[in-house]
């Protein structure tokens, strides 16, 4: 029998602006920064959960670490990552989104209940906050 994933530990975005996009995630979206590293920014994302930020040049290469090698990696082109947001909480996202200089471009209600609020980054990913309904499971 095989064991069950227990959730997500991290995301990972990519950008060429690590310090510009690095900046959205903590002055627009009010991402709480827990690491940094040459390279590599990371903000705590709920509990037990994380986004990590690379720069692009710099993931592709493995890493030796003293603990064993972290493989390189990449992602062409922009990406996309789900904020959870309380359904109560809407709102006032859209509101704080407004005040903080960060452009909605687009709301979607899904037919769950879930509703879902999307914008870009400064690296041009697709950043979703969406509250419970959107998916069966969420």
């Known amino acids: 029998m095989r064991p069950q994933i227990q959730g997500i530990v991290e995301s990972v975005l990519y950008t060429d602006d690590l310090a510009g996009t690095a900046a959205f995630y903590e002055e627009v979206l009010g991402l709480v920064p827990i690491a940094s590293h040459d390279g590599m920014r990371v903000f705590q994302a709920g509990t037990a959960q994380n986004l990590l930020l690379f720069d692009r040049r710099a ?10 090698l972290v493989p390189g990696h990449r992602c062409d082109g922009p990406g996309h ?48 906050l969406a509250t419970p309904g959107l998916w069966p499971n969420f």
Do not use: C, M, Q
């Not at 006032?92 to 914008?119: D, F, K, M, Q």
């Open 59 to 68: 993931a592709e290469a493995d890493k030796e670490l003293p603990g064993g």
């Open 81 to 128: 990552i789900a904020f959870h947001i309380a359904i109560a909480d809407y709102d006032a996202w859209v509101e704080a989104l407004r005040n903080r200089g960060g452009v909605i471009a687009s709301e979607v209600t899904w037919p769950g209940g879930g509703r879902s609020l999307y914008l870009d980054d400064p690296a041009d990913n697709v950043v979703e």
